[in-house]
C-alpha cells in the first residue's frame, strides 16, 4: 500500500518534472519569484530588530530561527499541497474532480500529487538559509539528536499547515471558492514569525490551541535555544499527527457531501 | 464646452465600471479586510515589543511609528496595480489593436481606470481606518489642512506610481514573463515606498537608494503626512519634488510607450 503510493507519487513527480523542463525560464522564475517576495518582509525585519538590543528578550538571530523554522514548514505545504488552494475554481468548479473519483486511489492523495508547486522550493531555500545562518551566529551545535529533533518538527510544522489548509479547502465541495476561507486562516500563520510573547494570553492560546502554528516555530525554536518549554518542545509531532487525523475526517465528511457541479 | 462633456461622459463610464468589479468578488472583499485586521493585530504587537526597549527610533515615538506603519499598510495596496497584467494580456488576446482604435486616449483611459479604483479602495478601506482608531490606537489629525496635503499628495503619488508602472508594463512588449517581472516589482516597491518601515528608521544606504527610486512619492510621503511625521508647512516642497517625478516620468512614459508600439507582435489570437 505504502509502496504503491510511494512509486505512484514518484511518477506523478517525474511527470510534472517534464511539464516544467519544457519552460525552463518559468521554472527558475518560480522559485525565485518566492525567495524575493519573502526578501523584502525579511529586511524590514533585519532593519528594525537589529536597531534594539533585543524583542521582548529575543535577539535578531533568535527571531530569524523563529522565522527560518515557520518558512521551512509553510515551504512543505507549499510544494506538496498546493493544490489545496485551488480545489474550488481548479477541479469542483470544472468538473475535474469527477476524475479523481473514478480513479482506483485514494481521491486525496491524487489531488495532492496532480500538481507538485516548485515555487515551494524558493521558501525551503530562504527557511534553510535563516536556520543556518541564525544557528551560526548563535554558536547552536547540531547534534545528530538535535538535527533528527530539527527534521522532525519541520515536517510536522508541514502537517499543521497542510491539515489546516485541508479543513478549509474542504468547504470548497459546499461553496465551491474556497480560497477566501484558506486564506483568512491561514495567513493566522504571520502570528507565528515572532517569538508568541509579545502577544497577549489570548493571542498565544489561540495559536496554541486553536490553531496551533505556534509549534510549527516558537515552541521549537524555544527547545532549539535551550530555553526548555517544558512538555512542550515535544509536542509538534502529536499535534500534527491529531490535527493531520481530524482534516482528514473533515475531508471525508466533505466528500460524503460532494455532488458536482453538473458541468 | 461639448468637448468637455463628452470627456466627462467617456471617462465617467469608465469610471462606474470599477465598481461592478467590486461587487462581483464581495467574498473577496472581505477576505483582504480580515486578513489586513490580522495583519494590523501583527504589527501591533510587533511594534510594542520594539518599543518596549526604550528610545525612539529614527527619532520617530511609538505613537508616530503605530500611526504610520498602520497607515501605510492599509494603503499600500493603492499603489498597486494590474497594469503589467492588462498589457500582457491585452497583447496575448490581440485586444490592443482595439484599444487603440478607440477614440480616446489609451494612456488617459487607463490612468482613469486606476483613478477609479483608488477611490474605491479608499471607500473599501474606512472601516479598516475606523478600526484602527479605535483599537490600535492610531491617531489621525484633527485640523483640516493636514487631511488636505495628505490627499493631494497621495493623488500627485498615486501618479507617479502610475507613470512608473506604465513604462515597467512596457517590458511586456518584450517579453512574456509578466508574471517574474511583476514579482520582482512587488518585492522592490513594497520595501522602498516606505510600506514596511519608514525611511527615517533605514540605515543610510538604503535611504539614499529609497530617494532616489520613485516609489517612496506614493507611500511614504503622503503617509507621513498623515501619520504626523512630516509637519503639514512642508507640503510645498514635498509636492515639487512629487510633481517633478510625475512630469518626468510621465513624459517618458509616453516616449517609451510610442517606441514599444513598434515591437508589437501579438501571438496567433
Known amino acids: 500500500m505504502l509502496r504503491r503510493y510511494t512509486s505512484l507519487y514518484w511518477f506523478f513527480l517525474i511527470q510534472r518534472f517534464k511539464i516544467l523542463m519544457e519552460y525552463r525560464l518559468n521554472f527558475f522564475i518560480g522559485l525565485t519569484s518566492t525567495i524575493f517576495l519573502q526578501a523584502a518582509g525579511l529586511l524590514g525585519i533585519w532593519v528594525i530588530v537589529s536597531q534594539v538590543p533585543d524583542l521582548n528578550g529575543w535577539t535578531l538571530d533568535q527571531v530569524l530561527l523563529i522565522y527560518g523554522l515557520l518558512t521551512l514548514a509553510k515551504s512543505i505545504n507549499h510544494m506538496f499541497a498546493d493544490n489545496l488552494w485551488v480545489i474550488g475554481w481548479g477541479y469542483v468548479r470544472p468538473g475535474g474532480f469527477d476524475r479523481f473519483l473514478v480513479r482506483p486511489i485514494n481521491p486525496l492523495f491524487h489531488l495532492l500529487a496532480d500538481r507538485f508547486c516548485h515555487d515551494g522550493l524558493g521558501n525551503f531555500l530562504v527557511g534553510a538559509a535563516l536556520v543556518i545562518v541564525s544557528s551560526i551566529n548563535l554558536h547552536l551545535v547540531w547534534t545528530p539528536l538535535n538535527l533528527l529533533y530539527l527534521i522532525v518538527v519541520v515536517i510536522s510544522g508541514g502537517v499543521i499547515f497542510i491539515a489546516l489548509n485541508l479543513i478549509t479547502a474542504t468547504s470548497a465541495f459546499w461553496i465551491i471558492e474556497s480560497i477566501p476561507v484558506t486564506q483568512i486562516v491561514f495567513n493566522t500563520h504571520e502570528f507565528a514569525r515572532f517569538p508568541l510573547t509579545i502577544y497577549p494570553k489570548a493571542i498565544q492560546l489561540f495559536l496554541t490551541i486553536l490553531i496551533p502554528y505556534g509549534f510549527a516555530s516558537y515552541y521549537p525554536a524555544t527547545q532549539i535555544l535551550g530555553r526548555d518549554p517544558g512538555l512542550l518542545a515535544w509536542l509538534p509531532p502529536f499535534v500534527a499527527l491529531v490535527l493531520a487525523v481530524f482534516s482528514y475526517r473533515v475531508w471525508l465528511f466533505g466528500l460524503k457531501h460532494y455532488g458536482g457541479t453538473g458541468s | ?269
Open chain 2, 1 to 269: 464646452m461639448n468637448r468637455l462633456r463628452h470627456l466627462f461622459n467617456v471617462y465617467g463610464a469608465v469610471l462606474a465600471a470599477v465598481p461592478k468589479f467590486y461587487t462581483a468578488y464581495r467574498a473577496w472583499v472581505w477576505m483582504e479586510f480580515v486578513v489586513q485586521i490580522l495583519a494590523m493585530v501583527v504589527l501591533y504587537f510587533f511594534w510594542q515589543a520594539v518599543y518596549a526597549s526604550g528610545g525612539a527610533l529614527g527619532g520617530l515615538t511609538f505613537q508616530q511609528t503605530i500611526n504610520y506603519v498602520m497607515l501605510a499598510q492599509m494603503l499600500m495596496p493603492l499603489v498597486e496595480n494590474r497594469l503589467i497584467f492588462n498589457f500582457g494580456w491585452m497583447l496575448r488576446e490581440g485586444q490592443i489593436a482595439i484599444d487603440l482604435l478607440r477614440p480616446m486616449d489609451f494612456q488617459a483611459r487607463l490612468y482613469v481606470d486606476a483613478v477609479g479604483n483608488l477611490f474605491l479602495n479608499l471607500l473599501v478601506k474606512a472601516p479598516l481606518l475606523i478600526m484602527a482608531v479605535v483599537f490600535f490606537q492610531v491617531q489621525l489629525p484633527r485640523d483640516v489642512t493636514t487631511w488636505l496635503v495628505f490627499i493631494v499628495a497621495l493623488a500627485l503619488g498615486h501618479a507617479v506610481m502610475f507613470f512608473f508602472d506604465w513604462i515597467f508594463s512596457c517590458l511586456a512588449f518584450y517579453s512574456t514573463e509578466t508574471w517574474g517581472l511583476s514579482v520582482v516589482r512587488v518585492a522592490v516597491v513594497t520595501f522602498f515606498s516606505g510600506a514596511i518601515v519608514p525611511l527615517q528608521m533605514m540605515p543610510h544606504w538604503l535611504q539614499t537608494t529609497a530617494n532616489l527610486l520613485p516609489f517612496a512619492q506614493s507611500v511614504y510621503v503622503p503617509v507621513s503626512f498623515l501619520s504626523g511625521v512630516t509637519p503639514s508647512s512642508a507640503a510645498a516642497q514635498a509636492w515639487l519634488i512629487q510633481l517633478a517625478w510625475l512630469i518626468g516620468l510621465g513624459v517618458i512614459s509616453r516616449l517609451v510607450f510610442r517606441r514599444s508600439l513598434r515591437k508589437i507582435t501579438v501571438q496567433g489570437g
